[in-house]
C-alpha cells in the first residue's frame, strides 16, 4: 500500500503504510547508521539527548544540527562506547549521506506528500533514532510543530520502522484525532539561548493513547499536531527508526526556530 486515506488521516492525525521500506532498505539504514557512530569521535563532544529536561539545548553541537550529522547520547548510556549509547543522529542526514538521501527522497515519498497537500515540500530535519535494548529513553508526549514551526503549521512527519516496534520495545504512542486541538508550546531560539513558550495551556483531550505497533519497514506519517510519545525501551530487542520532517515552503519558517540553515539551503524532494 502506498496510498493513505486521506479522511482517515484526517480524522486520526496519523496513518500507517506497512511495509514501504524494504527489508533490505531497512538493513541498509541501520548498517550505515552504526557505520557513521563507529566513526563517531565521542572526545568532540558527548551531548545526551533529553526530551525531559532539553539539557541538550545548550550545546552547540545540536544548535548546529540542522545543517550537519551530529551524534546524541542516551541519558542512561554511562560511558559506553557511542554504537551502543547514541539516542540519534541528526539532523541533516538526508542531505549529507547519500543513502538517507536516496531514501528521503524517493518517489513514492515525493507523490505521498503531494497527496497530502504538500504542495512545495522541504525536507527540513532527519534523524536516525536508535532506541537501543535496555537503555532506549522515552520520548515525552509532544506535538512536531513544538520544535519545527511554520505559519500555518504544516510540518508532517514521516517515520520509519527499521526494526518491529510494539509495546515492549517502545513503538510510538498517539492521541488520536487530538491534531485537531490547538498547539500547546513552542520551543524557540531566544537571543543566545532557547526557550520552550506556552501558547496554550490546554490539556491533551482524554482519548485513550493508541499504541501504534508496525513491523519493520512500515511508515507511520504524522500530523505536526498529533500528540505522540514513546516509552523507555526495556525490552532486549533495538528500535530503530529513521524519522524525517518535512514543511511546506508556501508557509513562513519561523526565524526563531531552534533548527537553522545559513549555510546549507533547504530542498524539497528533487
Ligand atoms: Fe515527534
Known amino acids: 500500500?502506498?496510498?493513505?486515506?486521506?479522511?482517515?488521516?484526517?480524522?486520526d492525525g496519523y496513518a500507517i503504510l506497512e511495509r514501504f521500506l524494504s527489508a533490505q532498505d531497512c538493513e541498509a539504514l541501520k548498517a550505515r547508521a552504526a557505520e557513521l557512530a563507529a566513526g563517531f569521535d565521542p572526545d568532540e563532544s558527548r551531548t545526551v539527548f533529553s526530551t525531559r529536561d532539553q539539557r541538550h539545548a545548550r550545546d552547540r553541537s545540536?544548535?548546529?544540527?540542522g545543517e550537519a550529522i551530529r551524534f546524541f547520547f542516551e541519558e542512561e548510556a554511562g560511558d559506553a562506547p557511542a554504537a551502543h549509547a547514541l539516542n540519534k543522529i541528526g539532523h541533516a542526514l538526508h542531505d549529507l549521506d547519500p543513502l538517507f538521501d536516496r531514501i528521503s527522497?524517493?518517489?513514492r515519498l515525493a507523490a505521498l506528500a503531494h497527496d497530502l497537500g504538500i504542495?512545495?515540500?522541504l525536507l527540513l530535519q532527519s534523524m536516525h533514532i536508535f532506541k537501543h535494548p535496555r537503555i532506549g529513553g522515552e520520548v515525552a508526549?509532544?506535538?512536531d510543530a513544538t520544535y519545527l514551526h511554520t505559519r500555518p503549521v504544516t510540518v508532517t512527519g514521516f517515520w520509519f520502522a527499521l526494526?518491529?516496534?510494539d509495546r515492549d520495545n517502545g513503538c510510538l504512542l498517539a492521541l488520536p484525532g487530538a491534531?485537531?486541538?490547538?498547539?500547546?508550546?513552542r520551543f524557540h531560539r531566544d537571543g543566545d539561548g532557547f526557550v520552550t513558550t506556552e501558547l496554550d495551556p490546554a490539556p491533551w483531550p482524554a482519548v485513550e493513547p493508541v499504541a501504534l505497533e508496525v513491523p519493520r519497514g512500515s511508515l507511520v506519517v504524522l500530523h505536526g499536531l498529533l500528540p505522540h510519545a514513546s516509552a523507555a525501551n526495556r525490552s532486549d530487542r533495538s528500535r530503530q527508526a529513521y524519522a524525517l520532517h518535512v514543511i511546506d515552503g508556501r508557509a513562513v519558517y519561523d526565524a526563531d526556530n531552534w533548527l537553522q540553515r545559513p549555510n546549507l539551503e533547504l530542498r524539497g524532494f528533487v
Open 179 to 185: 491534531h485537531r486541538g490547538p498547539l500547546r508550546r
Open 1 to 11: 500500500m502506498t496510498a493513505v486515506d486521506p479522511e482517515a488521516y484526517r480524522r
Open 163 to 165: 526494526d518491529d516496534a
Open 141 to 143: 508526549w509532544h506535538q
Open 105 to 107: 527522497r524517493q518517489p
Open 62 to 65: 545540536f544548535q548546529e544540527s
Open 119 to 121: 504542495a512545495r515540500p
